[in-house]
């Protein structure tokens, strides 16, 4: 099983993206466990940019908060990270996955991501 990230593109400043994180491979319930969006730029470490808990808690890095919302669909299985008054800094591969309770690591290999670009 990996989450799969879709729904990227290219985008102007200011604009907003909804990007999509759905199990694929297998069977997973994204209301098990907590579900984060991370992105990744060139040549910069991957990161949190929104984490959404079992109990519906969410959490964001100041760089995104106000931002970007995390939302989930039990119904459809599906994690979503709205991301409005996107910047060029926002211009990175985002992924989703599940981290384990105990920090660290998580529950799937990484997917290919989703390319989101912000032009300037």
């Known amino acids: 099983v990996q989450l799969q990230a879709s729904g990227g593109g290219l985008v102007q400043s200011g604009g907003s993206l909804t990007l999509s994180c759905a199990p694929s491979g297998g069977t997973f319930s994204v209301n098990s466990n907590a579900i984060g969006w991370y992105r990744q730029a060139p040549e910069k470490q991957r990161e949190l940019v929104a984490l959404?808990?079992?109990?519906?808690?969410?959490l964001y890095p100041p760089a995104v908060k106000g931002r970007f919302v995390i939302s989930r669909d039990i119904a459809k299985n599906t994690v979503y990270l709205q991301m409005n008054m996107l910047k060029a800094d926002d211009t990175a591969v985002y992924y989703c996955?599940?981290?384990?309770?105990?920090?660290?690591?998580?529950?799937?290999?990484w997917g290919q991501g989703t390319q989101v670009t912000v032009s300037s």
């Open positions: 996955n599940a981290p384990v309770p105990s920090g660290g690591s998580w529950l799937f290999s």
């Open positions: 959404i808990g079992t109990g519906e808690n969410t």
